[in-house]
């Protein structure tokens, strides 16, 4: 059977906007920790994930972040991510 472990930490802070298009921008910061596998050896890594959020008007959002995996053995990986959530 395989055991896994993992726990995360989230901070964000919205501060309002007056803007016409965006009413406000949101920075956001993740970390998160993760052992897949109880078992196996150095299998574990870090997660940091900063970004922002804009929020438009009509409750819309653009997600903007980057994803840095910091495994405990291997590579240091890094990638950017986007998103948009519409909402009418």
Known sequence: ??????????AAYR???SGRRISG???VAR???ADPNRSAARDD???LTP???????GQSMVYVNVDVWLPKAGT???ALV??????F
């Open 15 to 17: 501060r309002p906007l």
């Open 45 to 47: 890594g870090w997660l």
């Open 51 to 57: 970004g922002v959020i804009l929020h438009l008007r």
């Open 25 to 27: 921008v949101e920075p």
């Open 1 to 10: 059977m395989v055991r896994f472990l993992t726990g995360q930490v989230i």
């Open 31 to 33: 970390a998160s920790w």
């Open 76 to 78: 240091t990986e890094y």
């Open 82 to 87: 986007s998103q948009v959530s519409v909402n």
